[in-house]
């Protein structure tokens, strides 16, 4: 369906037709341009940067692309299209009509969760507004702009389903939105991970690797949702969600073949006095990175989640491509978590596992990017190998939170922990040998900071020396 943009808010949603929900946005607008220019990439306004807009939500409309100011990027509202057989795949309702509208008694259920997504857009453009001012290369410079444009569309996309559908509390949330903020003691994010800093060009990759993972995840789950704009609204934003993971994924990977180049052709692991990354802090990132995105999963056995099931309002990872009743009363599943001082295995309904089964589909998805790492260390000729630690690991939500757990599996005791924290997860100082690389932007178009390796391929089709930033 095409996207309307004469409009002021570019839509197609049919705006035009409901001027009481037009204005209410209109409105919210200059709000949000304000939070941009404040909170947003860092004194970049006067930037020409190539990006990719959708005009339209079908394969061949959402990706025209073209050098644009980001004030200038064209926000707004894009759902897919809506499908009119589509009935609700799961849960006490499965099989009737999905919801045009919000059911009275789920009103106060699906606004938690759409803010609960909402607020996670704006806080990783405001964890990410420096890192321009550091980036390795032009080419990177405008994967994290094009991450961060769409990011606050995706907050528009949430914002449009409060302010459509929620009156007057859904005024007062779309607001809020843009005054809490990441990492802020008064007023922060609502979910961990979105108040830790991303300070450093190897935090925003392994971010984009594990914690728009969440977001794919996640929003999959939203897209089974049998309130159906909130569906067409996740399925367009899953769409643009793929490009910010291998955004991730091909980082990392730059920095391992960089580091590896350095290791061979200088016969050595110490790459820091050569002004690589090292592989074990490499690895320590991961962890990191890993386990803060898996405590994004919520509880293993919880209440909420089966609620949620069973009211249709948040399915399972390809809902209809699973093969069982859909109604899951009368099933178990495993989890593991923490009892008597011991890891334990153990069955509880599978309907309070939906979380822990989403997080394993999770866990299953990344391990596939890690191979792929793993990969290309080999085939660089060296021995050493990425992994995912333990679920257990450095958690703070669910059954292992406050437990310690090392990076494979076994529970330990404080000071076992705290005689090997240093080896597995960043310390003070590791951080400031990643931050010291972070140089002035490499801004000459070609050229790349010394600790990663150029990209495969462009973007679009572009050689990897265009000027994908112009800085007039
Ligand atoms: N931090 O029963 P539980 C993305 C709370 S990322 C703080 O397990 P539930 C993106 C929980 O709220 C995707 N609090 O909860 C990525 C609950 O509070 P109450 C974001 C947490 O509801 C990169 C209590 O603990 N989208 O899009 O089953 C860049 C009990 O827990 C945390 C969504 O998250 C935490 N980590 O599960 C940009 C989807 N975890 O009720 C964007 C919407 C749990 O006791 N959200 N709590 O006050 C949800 O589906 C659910 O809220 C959660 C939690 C899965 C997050």
Redesign the pocket.
Known sequence: MAIDYSQLIPNNVDLSSDRRLQRALENWQPRFLDWWKDMGPDGTSSFDVYLRTAISTDANGWANFGHVKMPDYRWGIFLADRDPDRVIAYGDDKGKPVWQDVPGELRTTLRR?IV??GD??PA?VEQQRLLGKTAPSLYDLRNLFQINVE?GR?LWAMVYLLHAHFGRDGREEAEAMLERHSGDPDKPR????FNEETPDWLSFFMFTFF??R??KY??AS?AESGFDPLSRTCRFMLTEEAHHMFVGETGVSRILQRTCELMKEHKTDDVRTLGGIDLPTMQKYLNFHFSVSL?????EA????ANYYTQGV?GRFLETRIDDDHVLTGTSYEIETVEDGRIVRKSVPALSAL?ERLRQDYIEDCARGVLRWNKMIEKAGIDFEMKLPHRGFDRR?GGFAGARVSPDGRLLSEAEWAANESKWLPTDEDRAYVTSLMGPAVIEPGKYANWIAPPARGINGQPVDFDYVRFN
Not at 190 to 193: D, E, R, T
Not at 295 to 299: E, I, M, N, P, T
Not at 302 to 305: D, G, P
């Open positions: 969760l609960t997504q996670t857009e990783s990011e995706h609502i979910l961990g991970a914690t728009d969440d977001g996640q929003l939203l405590d994004l999963f919520g509880q919880s209440t909420n989640a948040k979380n939500i």
